[in-house]
């Protein structure tokens, strides 16, 4: 991606709101607003941090209305067992910061991949992991084509937390991402 100052940046990340309002999806600015506000105080809350089911099958939502539906792996996420999502999550947010393993183990649940892993992260510890998207890892040629795959989420993140570090103070690979991701419009303003 080609260098960007802050000021650019931080004008994207405030109008985030409003690019998730212009994408016309119904309930993605509701679950947008639970996603970025609700769900990582919940988990800092938890005497060891985790998710429940409820929670996944939220966010799951989430990430197919910010980007693509896919009913199927909203079905086998349902599926899970919940005490299988509190196990799997807290073993996965007590491996932070490892660049991987939370995200490896998050998939070890039905209907998870390392996007939708990455997501949980995200929300834990968002000064290590960016929830991976297609739209923002696009914008960084150097990443090649978009891969659905534990290596390129290894990559991806990492270009994503070195640049959060060139910006000035305060930025975060998830700030990183989200801003990225408004500044290029969102999947409805970019066609998608």
């Known amino acids: ?19 998730i309002e212009r994408q016309g999806v119904a309930r993605l600015a509701e679950l947008d607003g639970w996603y970025r506000e609700e769900l990582p105080a919940l988990i800092a809350a938890r005497a060891t941090p985790h998710i429940t089911l409820p929670e996944l099958v939220r966010l799951t939502e989430w990430k197919m209305a910010r980007g693509v539906w896919r009913a199927p792996n909203l079905v086998l996420v349902r599926g899970n067992a919940p005490s299988a999502v509190e196990e799997t999550s807290a073993l996965a947010l007590s491996l932070i910061p ?20 990455s ?9 290590i992991y960016p929830f991976l998207d297609e739209l923002v890892a696009a914008q960084f040629p150097e990443l090649g084509p978009v891969k659905w ?7 991806y993140s990492e270009v994503l937390r070195e640049a959060a570090a060139r910006l000035d103070e305060g930025w975060t690979p998830v700030r990183l991402e989200r801003a990225v991701w408004a500044l290029v419009g969102g999947k409805a303003d970019a066609g998608k």
Request: hydrophobic share 45%; glycine share 6%; proline share 13%.
């Open 1 to 19: 991606m080609k260098p960007l100052d802050p000021a650019t940046l931080q004008r994207a990340l405030d109008d985030y709101p409003r690019v």
């Open 98 to 117: 490892h660049p991987t393993s939370p995200v490896s183990e998050l998939s070890k649940l039905a209907g998870i991949g390392p996007a939708t892993a």
């Open 119 to 127: 997501a949980v992260v995200a929300a834990a510890a968002p000064a």
């Open 149 to 155: 795959t534990l290596g390129y989420y290894a990559r």
